[in-house]
């Protein structure tokens, strides 16, 4: 149990309001260092889920047992908790980015693959159909009809993972690549430091936004047949 | 390091009945961790329930059931685990409790939701046209029908719950993670095998966790509304992340 501290100390201090700029501006080094730290995480984990991530959805797709097994060890993967994730990977791999990097891509790929696979089920068998029976071969029905009509599952799996990851980055903290999880837990532990809490909080949850805009305004650009439902 | 020599530590440490027994051991880290859990799902089932129910009886606030989804999902557990403490709520289990319960609601939220929303609009109308009273609909028919959503919903909560709160510990709260924790304190080269251990006890109860729920699941659900392969949450599932 962590120690029961009085109310007032050390919370209500006014050197220890909820948000102060002189914190982020005399430990902008840390902060931006945290920031590159959390979106290098995030991309690459995101982009390697995507790339592994796709092609065995439509691997699965094809391939019905595949698509049991896939779905099944997702579903068990999903149960297990990022520490618990991190004990067994850190004493292997040890302090580093790529211990919470190989994490972060096992969780979001489960992400992607399960969306991309409900999007390329939800491909009408008519219009497959229809699409064969117009001439089109395997590569073509998938490359033409069921890959643009899978897209909006594959791009929400894509926009989830990437929110998650964003989240989930912060548990790295446990091998030292948190990301803003480095600067929350580091203020937590310098006397409950609340200026810096808040810095890594808001870091956060900025980054998932901006991750989330960045998403939506991809899916217009390569889906431009949803713009005008969307507006 | 060495990989055989970790899983040989791992086992080592395992087999140490002090490991288990200790007034931090295994069990009663097992103990807490399951309260804590079951504290925080209760609180999450009393606020999202009634809610959810009350939302999907009177047929609005989807934009909010999945408001509410997208927003928890964003917030790092971290960040509620620290802040927590530092407000009114204080320090110890409470905050914990709070923070878990936040991440409880949206799956809980979303089943009860779409478990009323789901009822066919036939079976209300005949309902109706029976004479029943919108409670009675409400009593008799839409939570009847319900009950799958609910325990998908409890399911995937709880599930959520019991492995999130793994992460307690690094605020030093308590739990299951507090193994892993101390392992990580000691360094790799020493607490090496701790650190695996905790990270296998901590696995296996939601592995072990996650199947007593559904066969209790299966068990709760009415025979008429059993189907193979039907999971009552699948619905609400379908945009599936992981538990932080």
């Known amino acids: ?231 | 390091m060495n990989l055989a020599e970790l899983w040989r530590q791992a086992m080592v440490w395992l087999n140490d009945p002090l490991n288990w027994t200790n007034p931090d051991g295994i069990f009663a880290r097992t103990q807490e961790h399951l309260a804590i859990s079951a504290a925080a799902v209760a609180l999450g089932c009393l606020v999202a329930w009634p809610l959810g129910v009350w939302l999907g009886h009177i047929g609005r606030g989807g934009p909010f059931v999945v408001a509410v989804g997208n927003l928890t999902r964003a917030m790092p557990t971290v960040a509620l685990l620290t802040i927590l403490p530092l407000t009114a709520v204080g320090f110890g289990y409470p905050p914990i409790v709070l923070a878990l319960a936040v991440f409880a609601v949206p799956p809980l939220l979303a089943n009860a939701y779409l478990g009323i929303r789901e009822v066919d609009p036939e079976v209300r109308d005949a309902a109706r046209g029976m004479g029943m009273s919108g409670r009675q609909v409400l009593a008799r028919v839409e939570l009847p029908l319900a009950v799958p959503y609910f325990a998908g919903g409890f399911r995937t909560a709880a599930v959520q719950v019991v492995a999130t709160a793994t992460l307690a510990a690094f605020v030093n709260g308590g739990g299951l993670g507090m193994i892993i924790s101390r392992g990580f304190g000691l360094g790799i080269a020493s607490g090496g095998g701790q650190i695996v251990a905790g990270g296998l006890v901590v696995i296996a109860l939601c592995l072990v966790l996650e199947g007593l729920l559904a066969i209790g699941e299966r068990f709760v659900t009415p025979r008429g509304l059993r189907r193979a392969g039907h999971r009552g949450g699948s619905a609400a599932d379908a945009p599936l992340a992981p538990a932080s």
């Open chain 1, 1 to 231: 149990m962590p120690p029961l501290v009085g109310w007032a100390a050390p919370l209500d201090d006014p050197r220890n309001p909820w948000f102060s700029w002189r914190y982020v501006r005399e430990n902008i080094d840390f902060l931006t260092t945290a920031l590159q730290q959390h979106v290098t995480l995030t991309v690459v984990a995101v982009a390697v889920a995507a790339a592994l991530g796709i092609p065995l959805a439509v691997l699965a797709h094809r391939v019905p047992w595949l698509a049991g097994g896939v779905l099944g060890v997702s579903g068990a993967l999903y149960t297990i908790p990022s520490l618990g994730l991190f004990a067994l990977l850190g004493p292997i791999l040890g302090h580093r980015a790529e211990t919470v990097l190989i994490g972060l891509v096992l969780y979001a790929l489960l992400v992607v693959v399960r969306n991309a696979l409900t999007g390329l089920r939800q491909v009408p068998a008519d219009v497959r159909e229809a699409a064969t029976g117009m001439g089109y071969g395997r590569l073509g029905l998938l490359w033409r009809i069921e890959l643009p009509l899978a897209l909006p599952g594959i791009l929400t799996g894509l926009r989830l993972a990437t929110v998650s990851t964003v989240a989930l980055v912060t548990v790295g903290y446990v091998v030292g690549f948190g990301g803003f999880g480095n600067v929350i837990l580091t203020g937590f532990n310098t006397n409950f430091y609340r200026p810096e809490i808040m810095a890594g909080t808001i870091g956060c949850l900025g980054l998932a936004l901006v991750f989330d805009l960045v998403w939506l305004g991809v899916g217009r650009l390569v889906m431009p047949w949803t713009r005008r439902r969307a507006a």
